[in-house]
Structure formats: structure tokens, C-alpha cells
């Protein structure tokens, strides 16, 4: 294995032109020696590990990206335009113990042990003490960043800190799982630990390397993860899961301490470049100048360097690309938007919605900032034009299905807008990408983000009895989107915001099961969308709501935790599969 891993950073070297290291041994193999005492070789390893981590939601179809809609599909928030996706099929299928879909699942010990490797191998090395501790550093990072993916999913999972021989015994190899609160106290500690090594910043050629701040930024979010778990949670499997109750105050002000230095570092700052909300919110996305200082840590994306992804591609309006789209699409999740002026943004009953016209504007034009910054909508401005939602017109008592009225009004939107939700995604689309066939969207993914501190602080501050500080945290993103501040405080506000905040950002489906509402909002339930017939006399458009699925959803209590899967304990003698499966 470890000739592969060489051959494939020699590979990697190559691409990158490196011919003078490429010298320095035979192309099919490099040793220890050399490896661990060449910094380009090192960091070489590292990048192919970074690689690995996947950050971002790119797995299964690569051509078509649909596992961009996984993490948002399971959560309600919206899904991708196929019923054969996995993301679609995955959210309306009832999940057994036969294991889950693999754009959902999370086992990545492979590159757990190469972490564990480099780790290893690295201590020795000549290498000044100074990179060497950073490097480490680093890794460990991405290692603690893998078991948070996994214990989100599973709950306990085994912890492995050393590198098995290949000649390991079958005791050595088949490890039981450690408990969930193990899990998160050893991402926690080790948070601790390497806050003192990374550095605060970088420059910007070792853009996308976590810094002190990004330990923080983990430490904050895996800590109010364990705090809801063991407010809202109970223990399972003799301690396995879940966490006492007393742990809530404990874990609380880990992610209250972590989210408060960050903050109060005077390096980040929340994005508000411009002065339009919607503007501003939807370019804190897509701007990666050093002036964007909200952003914590990114994956860096960059087509010259063979990096890139489709997400605007996959997400905008057909009309507006040469190429498959219109794949991200919005439930009635939109309705957590409030409106304007803070009023719930459900206060539309649907019954008056069906029962009336609507124009854009008395909709959706005076909603907060920022569902105009995440969500297209009919007629909503994109690329110096509009997109269009509507199946039909009807002019003068007729109806028209094609063609376009003198004044260029479309007398039916192009199909792939019409056949589902009534609503596109547009949170992280990059205006500035236009039509194209090529998958060459190098925008950066935002791992982690100083909004989502400030939620982490909100959450931790009420956790703790401190409402009035929660609210001050709560109302400091409120009023970047230049929305009323909130003048009380609950549990159900702070999960709205969080929600509408963080939507189509692979948040929400974690946070509404660690909260245990997953259920409430998602069993027995069938997405809704909206269809729009346009009456070009009055401007306005008549809507019937539609179901957006094809079938009633299946959340059951066992379902906060992902199945092992029979496969994995099959394997493993000593797993214990979770309960109910």
C-alpha cells in the first residue's frame, strides 16, 4: 500500500512540475527515508489527505454533483430534480440496518490511518521542529474533522490513533466502538492541543490550512453538537450513545469559551461589504478577497490547478446555462424565511395563498434579505434577467403554454423550472459564471464561517441561563441582514435562525436531529411545493400547491443515529449495531 501512496504522490509532484524531485529516485517507488525528510514530498502526502477529507459534497454521479442536494434533501430543506438520485431517493426511503446510501455515509478510516501514519513517520523526521509541530498540527485537525463526520452519523465510533500493521492481530484490528461522548471529548482535546501550534493566519499561498481560529471553529461546533445531544438526548446501548443530562452546562461552555475567542480575535468579522443586504449575503459566498474576513476556513477551488466543482452549474436556471441544471430545488422550507419586517413568514395561510393572485413582489419581495440572497424565485433577478417558475399564462380567458408576448414575457418558464418545487437554490451561485458546458466552477466551499459562530455563542449563551448575551448574538446576525432585532429568546427562535442562516450549507438535517425535532418535522411528512399559473392581464400569478415528493416520509427515534450498517459489524465481531435496527 505504501508503494501506491508514493507513486501516487510522485504523481502529484509531476503534475505540479516538480521535476527536480522526481530525479531524485525511480518513478515506481520512493522510500521512507526520502519522504519524510523532503518538505515537498511532505506536503505532497498532506494535500492527498486534505483531498480525502472530502469537505465538500462531491461523491457518487461527479458529472452531474447531485450529492450537493444530500445533506439539505434529508433535512427538508429541498432535493435534487431526479426521483433515480441518491439524495432524493435517500430522504423518501426508509433507512434499515442493510446501511445507508454512499453519498450519505462516512466511514473514512483509510485516510484516518494514513493521518495516523504521517503523524507517525513525521516525529522522526530531520525536519526543523517548527514544521514538523504545524504539520502535525494540521493533521490532526483533519483527523479530528473525520471523526466529527462520523460521530454526527453513528454516534460511537472507534477511536484509532496509531497506524495498524497490515500484520496486525484480528484482536489489534477488530476494535469495539468507543462511546459518543468519548468521540466528541477527543475532538475537543484535541482542539486544545493544537490551538497552540496553528498559526492565526496564513498568506495567501497556504490559503485553506486550518488556523488557530479553525481549531476554535471546530472545537465551538463539535461542543454545542455534544450539548444539545445531552439536553435533548438520552443515553443508549449502556452508555454508548447520547450523554448524562448534566453534561449540558459542561459542554455548553466549551463551545461558549471557543465561539467567544473567535469572535473576539479581531482578525475575522462578519462580511458587510455592501450595503444592500441581499447583495452583501449573497456575495459573502463567492468573494474571496482578503477583505472577505468572515470566512474561518475554505476548500480551495481552482480550475487551473485541475480543482473544480459544478455547483452553479447545477443549481441556477436552465435558461441561463448550456448545460444539464436546475438540480438544487427548495421545499416549503422557504416559509422559515420571516418577512421584512419580522412577522413569521407563514403568516400567508394557504388557504389565502390558493385563493388569491400573488405578484412576485407582494410574495417574496418584501422577505428577509436573506431568502433573496438564497432562494430563485419567480422573477427573481439573476444575470442581468429574471427566472421564470410559471407552467402557463393565461391571456384574455386563453391559455398559452409557448411562445412569448410582444413585450418578451415567456408564456411558460423552460420545463425544468416548473416540474417540481416552484424554487431553485441560489445560496453559493456564482453570478459571475456564465454559460458554459464545463464543469469549472472554482469558487471556494466555506467549511467554517463566523455567522455560524455567533448561532454556536447564541445556543451556548441560552444553554448556560445567559439570554440576554443569546440574544445579543442572535440579533448581531440578525441585523447584518438588516432584520428587526428579536426582543425575547427561545428555543424555537434560535432554531429558526440557525436554520434560515445556515440553509444549503449541510447544516440543517445535523442540527434538527441533534435537537431530536427531526421527527416532529419529518415523519409522515410530504415536501410541498408551489406551481404558478401567470395571468398576464392582472400581473399576478394563481398557485396551487403541490406535493414535491413522490411519497410520505419515514423518520423513526431510531433514526437520530445512522445503522453501522450489517456489512461493517458483520466484519467487526466486537461493533454493537445501534438500537432498533
Not at 490513533?161 to 466502538?177: G, S, W
Not at 447564541?458 to 441561563?465: H, L
Not at 425575547?488 to 445535523?510: C, D, F, G, H, P
Not at 433514526?559 to 461493533?575: H, Q, W
Request: charged fraction near 25%; proline fraction near 4%; include cysteine.
Amino acid at each position: 500500500m505504501k508503494k501506491i501512496q508514493y507513486l501516487l504522490i510522485t504523481m502529484l509532484l509531476f503534475l505540479q512540475g516538480c521535476s527536480n524531485v522526481l530525479d531524485k529516485k525511480p518513478l515506481d517507488i520512493i522510500s521512507d527515508a526520502v519522504v519524510w525528510s523532503d518538505p515537498k514530498l511532505i506536503d505532497a502526502y498532506l494535500a492527498d489527505l486534505y483531498y480525502r477529507v472530502d469537505f465538500i459534497e462531491i461523491r457518487g454521479n461527479f458529472a452531474e454533483q447531485t450529492s450537493f442536494a444530500m445533506i439539505a434533501s434529508m433535512g427538508g430543506e429541498g432535493r435534487s430534480f431526479g426521483t433515480h438520485h441518491q439524495s432524493y431517493v435517500a430522504s423518501t426511503t426508509v433507512i434499515t440496518s442493510a446501511g445507508i446510501p454512499s453519498e450519505l455515509d462516512y466511514w473514512n478510516y483509510k485516510n484516518i490511518r494514513d493521518c495516523n501514519y504521517f503523524i507517525e513517520k513525521l516525529k522522526d523526521s530531520p525536519l526543523d521542529q517548527a514544521i514538523i509541530a504545524q504539520r502535525t498540527a494540521e493533521v490532526r485537525f483533519l483527523r479530528a474533522y473525520m471523526y466529527f463526520q462520523m460521530v454526527i452519523r453513528f454516534g460511537g465510533v472507534p477511536i484509532i490513533t496509531k497506524a495498524l500493521d497490515m500484520n496486525a492481530t484480528p484482536d489489534e484490528i477488530y476494535v469495539p466502538r468507543d462511546s459518543e461522548k468519548a468521540v466528541y471529548d477527543f475532538i475537543i482535546n484535541e482542539m486544545n492541543d493544537i490551538i497552540q501550534v496553528l498559526p492565526p493566519t496564513y498568506t495567501a499561498k497556504d490559503k485553506g490550512r486550518p488556523t488557530k481560529w479553525a481549531a476554535y471553529a471546530l472545537q465551538s461546533r463539535a461542543a454545542i453538537y455534544a450539548a444539545s445531544i445531552a439536553k435533548y438526548g438520552q443515553q443508549q446501548r449502556n452508555g454508548l450513545l447520547g450523554f448524562p443530562a448534566s453534561d449540558v452546562e459542561r459542554y455548553a461552555t466549551i463551545s461558549y469559551d471557543a465561539s467567544k475567542a473567535i469572535i473576539g480575535n479581531q482578525i475575522h468579522a462578519l462580511y458587510e461589504r455592501q450595503t444592500d443586504p441581499v447583495l452583501n449575503f449573497q456575495n459573502l459566498f463567492v468573494d474571496e478577497s482578503a477583505d472577505n474576513k468572515e470566512v474561518i476556513m475554505a476548500e480551495v477551488y481552482d480550475y487551473a490547478k485541475n480543482r473544480a466543482h459544478a455547483f452553479t452549474l447545477r443549481a441556477m436556471s436552465h435558461d441561463f446555462n448550456g448545460t444539464w441544471a436546475s438540480m438544487c430545488y427548495m421545499y416549503d422550507f422557504v416559509e422559515r424565511f420571516e418577512f421584512a419586517d419580522g412577522s413569521p413568514g407563514n403568516k400567508i395561510s394557504r388557504a389565502q395563498l390558493t385563493a388569491n393572485e400573488w405578484s412576485s413582489a407582494e410574495l417574496f419581495g418584501n422577505r428577509d434579505p436573506r431568502f433573496k440572497a438564497s432562494v430563485f424565485y419567480p422573477e427573481s433577478p439573476w444575470q442581468g434577467g429574471k427566472t421564470y417558475f410559471h407552467s402557463r399564462t393565461i391571456r384574455d380567458g386563453k391559455t398559452y403554454t409557448s411562445g412569448t408576448a410582444e413585450d418578451g414575457w415567456p408564456y411558460q418558464s423552460i420545463a425544468r423550472n416548473n416540474q417540481r418545487t416552484g424554487f431553485m437554490v441560489k445560496k453559493r451561485c456564482n453570478e459571475s459564471l456564465k454559460t458554459t458546458t464545463v464543469i469549472n466552477d472554482q469558487t471556494d466551499y466555506i467549511i467554517f464561517r463566523l455567522g455560524e459562530i455567533y448561532l454556536n455563542l447564541a445556543e451556548a449563551a441560552y444553554y448556560k441561563g445567559l439570554t440576554g448575551e443569546a440574544l445579543n448574538a442572535l440579533n448581531r446576525v440578525r441585523q447584518r441582514a438588516q432584520m428587526p432585532a428579536k426582543t425575547t429568546i427561545n428555543e424555537a427562535i434560535i432554531q429558526n435562525e440557525r436554520l434560515v442562516e445556515l440553509t444549503w450549507e449541510n447544516q440543517s438535517y445535523w442540527d434538527i436531529k441533534r435537537w431530536r425535532i427531526a421527527k416532529n418535522l419529518l415523519n409522515g411528512v410530504r415536501m410541498a411545493g408551489l406551481q404558478y399559473t401567470y395571468n398576464y392581464n392582472t400581473k399576478k400569478y394563481k398557485i396551487t400547491i403541490t406535493n414535491a415528493e413522490g411519497v410520505a416520509r419515514t423518520f423513526l427515534d431510531r433514526n437520530y443515529y445512522l445503522p453501522i450498517g450489517v456489512n461493517r459489524v458483520s466484519e467487526n465481531p466486537k461493533f454493537v449495531e445501534n438500537p432498533d435496527y
